[in-house]
């Protein structure tokens, strides 16, 4: 098992504390419940890697051989 730290808002830790002392649990295994569960309800969608947002700026006014020049004025 590995360990972590997670920083949850007051009221939401509160809401975790009350229902670990309920089910009578450590708050830690609510946590690897609660996430366990919520994992299991995702799809099952393979990762697609690092998409790059890609935009249409319009024409390049500037030649590559003068970019650095330009960039520097």
């Not at 360990?3 to 504390?17: A, E, G, N, S, V």
């Not at 700026?57 to 004025?73: H, I, K, P, Q, T």
């Amino acid at each position: 098992m590995q360990k972590i730290q997670i920083l949850f808002p007051d009221p939401l830790m509160k809401r975790i504390r009350v229902h670990a002392e309920r089910a009578d649990l450590p708050v830690s295994e609510i946590v690897r419940r609660a996430t366990e569960h919520w994992l299991d309800r995702l799809p099952d969608v393979a990762p697609r890697g690092l998409r790059v947002p890609a935009v249409n700026a319009g024409r390049c006014l500037v030649s590559a051989e003068n970019l650095r020049e330009v960039l520097y004025e």
